[in-house]
């Protein structure tokens, strides 16, 4: 596809994008640019342009401020050793991006049209990827602006990139992070859009997320939606259990829960150390028990945003438990250090999990 490439002309400079990048809140601080293509059922996508970063300015009754129809990727370019920039497994988000938007109803990117669209916004703000442990978070999205008030899909959509640095998720950065176990809220039921990277699962998870800030915890996990019973994730991440046997086990995909990228990769790169992973059902009540006993050994939890991060407490009305305490263990620390660096390029990766941006 053909971008019209139109440089802002108040790009900050240097010495201020400097200031900006030095210790940047994830999600605070933007580049100077974004990308966007429209979509329309009479002509499909056109009008793909590279531009200042401004506000949209939207009809009243823009179909995504009545009936939500909105989706989002997230994922991470990082500077290369060799000067270069790559991104990670670009191309899975581009498929679930289109998973996403086949259930909300909306027209789907054509990857290669996703994967240029992130290089475009890369090369023309390419001084904003950080160096050091850094990376420039790039958050693909599409949302409904056709102007009508009517429960139907839409037929006009925008889809856009931006961008901006990031350093640690977590304020407390690798420690191991506090989860509280809601018991009154669900993120997702069967036949929902669990599996889906839709704005509106994260918006009903707020509830639970703030109750979680109130009892001093970092994140909240979900169980699941009939039984209240099953583990299922975290309120932006997927969790994993590791066992005294070095076995490890993660809650199974099936509608409720999101397909992360990289829960997939942490699957591929234990197997690979001849760790058994399995993919099936574990409850909170086996989850209490096994850290009592000892047999489990280590939780993590994993996504673009946080990478891998221990869970070391879990709190909850019925009582706190902790595995592991306030140190990271080893098995959730090797997944992490290879993981990262195999991301920057400083590491031998498996095929195409490594994605060069031509600058």
């Not at 009540?285 to 009592?292: F, N, V």
């Amino acid at each position: 596809m053909q971008f019209e490439i139109a440089k802002n002309p108040a790009a900050l400079s240097d010495a201020a994008r400097a200031e900006a990048m030095a210790n940047p809140a994830f999600g605070r601080v933007f580049t100077d640019h974004m990308v966007t293509i429209r979509w329309t059922a009479e002509n499909g996508w056109d009008e793909a342009q590279v531009r200042a970063r401004a506000p949209f300015q939207l009809d009243p009754a823009a179909a995504v401020l009545h009936y939500a129809q909105e989706i989002f990727e997230g994922l991470k370019a990082y500077n290369a050793d060799d000067g270069g920039v790559t991104m990670f497994r670009p191309e899975q988000n581009a498929r679930r991006f289109n998973a996403s938007a086949r259930r909300m109803a909306m027209p789907e990117v054509p990857e290669e049209i996703f994967l240029q669209a992130c290089e475009e916004l890369i090369r023309i703000d390419r001084a904003w990827v950080p160096d050091g442990d850094g990376s420039l978070y790039l958050r693909p999205f599409m949302f409904a602006n056709e102007a009508f008030l009517g429960v139907k899909p839409a037929s006009e959509f925008i889809f856009c990139v931006i961008a901006c640095p990031v350093g640690s998720y977590f304020k407390g950065g690798a420690k191991p992070v506090s989860v509280w176990l809601s018991e009154d809220y669900a993120r997702s039921g069967p036949g929902g859009t669990g599996a889906a990277k839709c704005g509106g699962n994260y918006a009903a998870s707020l509830v639970a997320q703030a109750q979680a800030i109130e009892k001093g915890c970092d994140q909240v996990v979900f169980l699941d939606a009939a039984e209240h019973r099953w583990v299922e994730e975290l309120g932006g991440m997927n969790l994993f259990f590791v066992f005294d046997d070095g076995s490890m086990l993660t809650p199974p995909l099936g509608g409720t829960i999101l397909p992360g990228i990289t829960r997939n990769s942490v699957i591929e790169l234990a197997r690979q150390h001849g760790r058994t992973v399995e993919e099936k059902p574990y409850s909170i009540d086996d989850w209490r028990a096994d850290a009592a006993s000892g047999k489990l050994r280590e939780v993590f939890a994993c996504g673009t945003a946080a990478v891998i991060v221990a869970v070391g407490e879990i709190r909850s009305s019925h009582g706190d438990f902790a595995i592991g305490g306030s140190q990271t263990g080893p098995v959730t620390a090797q997944l992490r250090d290879e993981l990262t660096a195999i991301q920057r390029n400083k590491a031998p990766a498996p095929d195409g999990w490594v994605h060069p941006v031509t600058l």
